[in-house]
Structures are given as structure tokens and as C-alpha cells.
């Protein structure tokens, strides 16, 4: 099973600011992994697949980076609807497995 | 519009079983794979199971392997997961859903969850 670390947990920022959300893998997954957002009480949503192909109607401030073991989720500006908890979501091998989290929080 | 709708959750005793259902509209359900998802209280996501979108592909996490069966029902637009043997580590929200594309093996589309509570 491939595990997925996240860091940092949790990331305090401040509306505007750059947010960089990293996933490491216990071993390669290529370019095969998701990131998606989590809002409270609601569904978690797909912004980018495939390492940086952002998901249909994503706004071009989510970039996803890297391959391989270590891989990262950028914002490049923090809009006040950004903050909320993210997800990264390997699809190279069986079982498919979830990074723990980490929460973007307001500073 | 895409909509996936999960029903089935409840109250259930350990040792217990339950059937989830998830009814699906606003897209030719045969041709997408479908999975089901869950998040315990607080906590982070877990994949669960996995089906091709003929039926004749499916995967389990370990965590639930023998004691779960995913299965669909093309024609009535439905996915299914049975499960039995449930014990307190199977209190969560279950969400179904859909697969990106064949072998894009990411969740695009996602139904609104049912909570399942195991406790006596």
C-alpha cells in the first residue's frame, strides 16, 4: 500500500498570500495523484488530477507540481473561499489511498 | 446535471449489516466506474471499493475486504455496497462516487454521503 504523508497539517495564511501544500509517497506513484478540497458538511471536490491537469472549472490559481515521491499543490494567490481542508489521492496502484490532510487555515 | 444520491445509512448494532444505495441522474451511468468513499467523524478520507462500469472489475480496501460487496445495477442507474459484519471503526460517511474517466481513477462527481453509526 502506497502511504501518503501531507504537510504541513495545517497552514495558517492570510488572504492574498502564496499557499504551498506538499505530498510525499512511501514510493512512486509517477504522476498519478489528485488533490482535492474539503469544505465542512460538504463533498470533497477534484481539483487536479494526473499531478498538474486542473479538473473542469478550476480556477487557474490551483497548480499541482512534481512526480515521483514528492508532489505539491500550489495557490497562488489565497482567495477567502480557499480556506478549507485538502486532500492528495494516489491512483498508481491498488489499494487507491487518501493523504491525511492538511487544513488552510485564516491567519 | 450530474447527481449522485447515497440512502441506507442508520443506526446499526455490531456485528450488524446494512445496504447502501446510490441512485445516479444527469450521465449514462454504464459507462463509468464507481466507488465508494468514506470519512470517519473528523477524520480524513478512505477509500473503500471499486467497480468497473460492467460490474466484471472490482476492488476492495483491506480494511473491509470479505466483509463488504460492491455491486451495480446498470439498468436501474444504481450502485450498491452491502455490508456486513460492521463493527464501531465503520462509523462514518459513506459517499459514492464517480470515476474521472476509464482508468483516471480520480472522483469527479460525489453524492451529499449517509451516515452509517455502528454502536450498541
Known amino acids: 500500500e502506497i502511504v501518503l504523508t501531507q504537510s504541513p497539517a495545517t497552514l495558517s495564511l492570510s488572504p492574498g498570500e502564496r499557499a504551498t501544500l506538499s505530498c510525499r509517497a512511501s514510493?512512486?506513484?509517477?504522476?498519478?495523484l489528485g488533490w482535492y478540497q474539503q469544505k465542512p458538511g460538504q463533498a470533497p471536490r477534484l481539483l487536479i488530477y494526473?499531478?498538474?491537469k486542473r479538473a473542469t472549472g478550476i480556477p487557474a490559481r490551483f497548480s499541482g507540481s512534481g512526480s515521483g515521491t514528492d508532489l505539491t499543490l500550489t495557490i497562488s494567490s489565497l482567495e477567502p473561499e480557499d480556506f478549507a481542508v485538502y486532500y492528495c489521492?494516489?491512483?498508481?496502484?491498488?489499494?487507491?489511498?487518501f493523504g491525511q490532510g492538511t487544513r488552510l487555515q485564516i491567519k | 446535471e450530474v447527481q449522485l444520491v447515497e440512502s441506507g445509512g442508520g443506526l446499526v448494532q455490531p456485528g450488524g449489516s446494512l445496504r447502501l444505495s446510490c441512485v445516479v441522474s444527469?450521465?449514462?451511468?454504464?459507462?463509468?466506474?464507481m466507488n465508494w468513499v468514506r470519512q470517519a467523524p473528523g477524520k480524513g478520507l478512505e477509500w473503500v471499493s471499486y467497480?468497473?462500469?460492467?460490474?466484471?472489475?472490482?476492488h476492495y480496501a483491506d480494511s473491509v475486504k470479505g466483509r463488504f460487496t460492491i455491486s451495480r445495477d446498470n439498468a436501474k442507474n444504481s450502485l450498491y455496497l452491502q455490508m456486513n459484519s460492521l463493527t464501531a471503526e465503520d462509523t462514518a460517511v459513506y459517499y459514492c462516487?464517480?470515476?474521472?474517466?476509464?482508468?483516471?481513477?480520480?472522483?469527479?462527481?460525489w453524492g451529499q454521503g449517509t451516515l452509517v453509526t455502528v454502536s450498541s
Open positions: 462516487a464517480r470515476v474521472l474517466g476509464q482508468q483516471w481513477l480520480y472522483f469527479d462527481y
Open positions: 489521492q494516489q491512483r498508481n496502484s491498488w489499494p487507491l489511498t
Open positions: 444527469g450521465f449514462t451511468f454504464s459507462n463509468y466506474e
Open positions: 494526473d499531478a498538474s
Open positions: 467497480i468497473s462500469n460492467s460490474g466484471n472489475s472490482i
Open positions: 514510493q512512486s506513484v509517477s504522476s498519478y
